[in-house]
């Protein structure tokens, strides 16, 4: 069966730092990657979506990128925080889209 | 702009009767339709899919699909307490690339 991971589960970064969010996925080869984001109280929005080693889409012009150096790894990442980034951040897997559990970043 | 609208609610409704949730969307051309239940603080998941007009069935849980008004809903039969999340309607981009595009998901409260 397949099984997607994420972490860590919880961050909290101060502003103007870096991040690293990273994502695996078991179970399935070449899956289609997504990173959203939830902000507190709002609906999922589409980071970045990945179809294949190397291959990135971004939907949000933003400070965020996003990296897929294995087929089933799936790394969000940021040169600089900032407040408006802080939000819980999902990985999903395939077409009808499996979540992850989540990491919820506090940007203080 | 392609959009997925709910009513954000909170719907409340008593133990044991039926939740109806419901969603629009604009795409015309989009296919496949799913449902996400997303307890607070979690992330969420998959309920149902629906992919032709009509009902589907799954347990207490039945979808319906109305592509001609562009409607979706869920139904929850015997609704019970452990229901209580939100329920977020996705519909799937009929520009390719299996993306998905969510509504902000309406609360449900079932209350004993």
């Known amino acids: 069966s397949q099984t997607i991971h994420q972490w860590p589960a919880t961050l909290v970064q101060p502003v103007g730092s870096p991040l690293s969010l990273e994502c695996t996925v078991e179970?399935?080869?070449?899956?289609?990657l997504y990173w959203y984001r939830q902000a507190a109280g709002r609906g999922l929005q589409l980071l970045f979506y990945s179809v294949g080693i190397g291959q990135i889409s971004s939907e949000v012009p933003q400070n965020l990128s996003a990296s897929r150096p294995q087929d089933r790894q799936f790394i969000l990442s940021s040169k600089k925080l900032l407040l408006s980034d802080s939000g819980f951040y999902l990985c999903?897997?395939?077409?009808?889209?499996?979540f992850g559990p989540g990491t919820r970043l506090t940007v203080t | 702009q392609k959009e997925v609208e709910q009513n954000s609610g909170p719907l409340s409704v008593p133990e044991g009767a039926i939740a109806s949730l419901n969603c629009t969307y604009s795409d015309r051309g989009s296919q496949s339709f799913f449902w996400y239940r997303q307890y607070s603080g979690k992330s969420p998941e998959l309920i149902m899919s629906i992919y032709s007009n009509g009902d589907k069935e799954d347990g207490r849980f039945t979808a319906q699909l109305n592509k001609a008004s562009q409607y979706v809903s869920l139904l929850i039969r015997d609704s019970q307490p452990s229901d209580s999340a939100t329920y977020l309607c996705?519909?799937?981009?009929?520009?390719?690339?299996?993306?998905?595009?969510f509504g902000a998901g309406t609360r449900l409260a079932v209350h004993p």
């Open positions: 179970g399935t080869s070449n899956p289609n």
């Open positions: 999903a897997w395939g077409g009808e889209q499996y």
């Open positions: 996705a519909v799937k981009n009929s520009g390719g690339y299996n993306k998905l595009i």
